[in-house]
């Protein structure tokens, strides 16, 4: 374990040696604020936060995988991958590590972004167990991108490929509701569509409803794609 | 302390290394030579638990490379081709980092990464990003991570490529120093390179063995290796008669005639020295030697030899 919490470290710091991670999460908050004060603040002087949380949702299509997409594919650009998997490190570990880290950064720009709830709770009286639920849910579905991006970071030594896929990916996962729910089709095909929808899950959660079916949800999305990039790890044994 | 018995990679169709069998004992120093792309790289990363082999089974301090692969990652230290580093981080950082994947905490941590400043002689550039740094002080960096934990087994695949002469002595001099306390396997196609620092050789052409042992032996392995050649001054008849029936060797060649002077090559039988039979040869029949010598193959003609033997 001291293993992967020591790879863990290494990456979480290496967010910050990045000057792309740092300019995506500075665009993030800034643009999630400022259209939230505009559009929804403003407006209305309604400080209902379900609009925060869209807004916050809605950007993270693009903010992880800018995030992620550097992880693995550095790492074989470099031939740095070599080094670390003959460390005394296995192949889950090194996986886990990454996705850790991923974690722990988001998790720190989320944190960031409750400097906002908490100026406007000087102002009001927010709703603090909405605001928690929706952080629930927002970290329920990075954890879910996190994956993804780190997955389509394994795929190739092109951080500009790794973050195109894992966008694609994310506004899939985002839009297919959208996309796909206006067309008529079987009972069980519109019952998937709806069900693969991050966006869905994520209103019930932030409703403030944990429901089991949204958590397995999206941790099989995790898993999935955990073990998928444990595979693509491994691809480098056999091609 | 290294087993390898029937190793067999294949990529795709081709076959990068082809049942390989070898075992180094602990202590040894084992030059891995082959031209590029023979499988060096290859046998290496399944050694340092990179990539699985199709066939065969490598041990490594008793630790079965597949199945115990964290085991054999702790007693290892690797320093890949092209000294692969994370450019974004410090020096120190770097190290830190190795150390503490390895285990190596507090105090200790410490302790071995300023010994291995050192030894590595990094001195100057600790505080620096690792892509500010020059090639020379990039292997020195890629050398301390490898040896951080003090590991049993070093292999270091081609440590002193794209280094100037001076820090090739230099790099050099550290791998010998080493050696008298690790196993250490280094690949290299520079055949110099392997005869300056390893006591023993291992080479692979076409992902096959062809040869193994020390210099002597493998230059034993390249047939008519025996060779001594002669100018002389005198009647050629009775030269030529005299070394025709000279004891131990194997039969001669006029090569050249110039100024009076007759060269030749004269065969030995395998590992018999005849300069000493030939100067008393001269000395008794009268006939007077300009040049005398017992020509050692160097090992760029015995590579030569075996990785084209195949070809004909």
Sequence with gaps: MSRVWAVCKKEFWGYFNSLIAYIFAIIFLGAVNILYIWFALLPSGDINFSYYFSFLLYGMWFVIPALTMRSWAEEKKLGTDELLLTLPVNDWEAVLSKYFAGILFFGLIVLLSLLVPLSVALLGKPDWPAIIAGYIGIMMVAAAFIAIGLMMSSLTRSQPVAFVSSVI????LLGINDLLGRFSMPAWLSFLVSYLDVGDHFQSIARGVIDSRDIIYYLSIVFFFLVLNKYWLERRKWA | MIEVSGLTKRFGHITAVDNISFKVAKGEVVGFLGPNGAGKSTTMRVLTCYLPADEGRCTVAGFDVLTESVEVRKRIGYLPENTPLYSEMSVEGFLRYIA?????????????????????????????????????????????????????????????????????IEIRELIKKLGKEKTVIISTHILSEAEATCSRMIIIDKGKLIADGSLEDVARLASGANVHRIKARGDKNVIERELGSLPGAAGFKLVGEEFGLLSYEIYGEPNRELCEEIFRTAVKSGFSLAELFHERRTLEDIFIQLTRGGQG
């Design chain 1, 169 to 172: 990916v994310c506004l899939g």
């Design chain 2, 100 to 168: 503490e994947v390895r285990g190596i905490k507090g105090e200790d941590q410490k302790r071995k990464i300023d010994q291995m400043i050192q030894v590595c002689g990094i001195e100057p550039v600790v505080k620096m990003d690792i892509s500010e740094l020059s090639r020379g002080f990039r292997q020195r960096v890629g050398l301390a991570q490898a040896m951080i934990h003090d590991p049993e087994i070093l292999i270091m695949d081609e440590p002193t490529s794209g280094l100037d002469p001076n820090q090739i």
